[in-house]
């Protein structure tokens, strides 16, 4: 109901293979995050996107990429990934407007690199 | 990089029992988040607080911003099991991006 889906829910991949989620939003919202929550981390900025084809790095953008050509996608990929990317990856949307709007989250994927 | 501190880590109280759990930063914010989040699922907002001094209530949950911006509790009332879950402070500093603490982990006992 909250009109956001990630894509995978899960997922198992091996050490050096590309992987890409997919975060899909019906809002048509302009701010779309991607974070990744590990234990003792809390959730960290990987990439943010401002707009479509704008895009700009979190604290922890190394080894991801990101892109939208489209409002309602944004792609977060993993060039190789490696074991320190497992990890469970949150989509969150935000609307137009100042930092005292919420975000709305995705479920989340869980990946594992193996 | 802005850092939130939240406390504590770990709480686990009986059903009935008031509690109160604590975000603090170094940095003022321009705008203060909480969430709540249950196992396998994304955090949900719970509350946006904006102005300091400003205390919000949700049901039995209050919310607090500090005066000088720096800081915000979040007091639970007569707490019941389905409170449990992770509570996360968030915090804007004047910019598009959202840093969050590391999370209390509440466990409400029957």
């Known amino acids: 109901d909250a009109g956001i889906t990630q894509s995978p829910r899960h997922k198992v991949t091996e050490t050096g293979t590309p992987v890409t989620l997919r975060c899909h939003q019906t809002e048509n919202h302009r701010y779309m995050y991607w974070y990744r929550q590990d234990p003792g981390h809390g959730l960290r900025l990987i990439h943010y996107s401002y707009g479509v084809k704008d895009t700009d790095k979190g604290e922890v953008s190394d080894g991801y990429s990101v892109s939208r050509s489209k409002t309602e996608d944004f792609l977060l990929t993993l060039e190789s990934a490696t074991s320190s990317q497992t990890s469970v990856y949150f989509c969150a949307i935000r609307p137009t407007g100042t930092s005292g709007y919420g975000y709305t989250f995705g479920s989340g994927t869980r990946l594992t690199v193996v | 990089t802005q850092l939130l501190e939240q406390s504590p880590q770990f709480l686990s109280i009986q059903e009935g029992e008031n509690l109160t759990v604590y975000c603090n930063s170094s940095?003022?914010?321009?705008?203060l988040q909480w969430y709540r989040q249950e196992p396998g699922e994304g955090p949900v907002l719970l509350v946006t607080?904006?102005?300091?001094?400003e205390v919000k209530k949700l049901k039995r949950l209050t919310f607090q911003f500090g005066d000088a911006r720096k800081d915000s509790s979040l007091h639970i009332t007569a707490a019941q099991p389905g409170d449990t879950g992770l509570y996360l402070c968030?915090?804007?500093?004047?910019?598009?991006?959202?840093?969050f603490g590391t999370g209390t982990r509440l466990t409400i006992i029957p």
């Open positions: 607080v904006v102005t300091g001094g």
């Open positions: 940095s003022v914010f321009s705008s």
């Open positions: 968030a915090g804007a500093f004047g910019n598009e991006k959202l840093t």
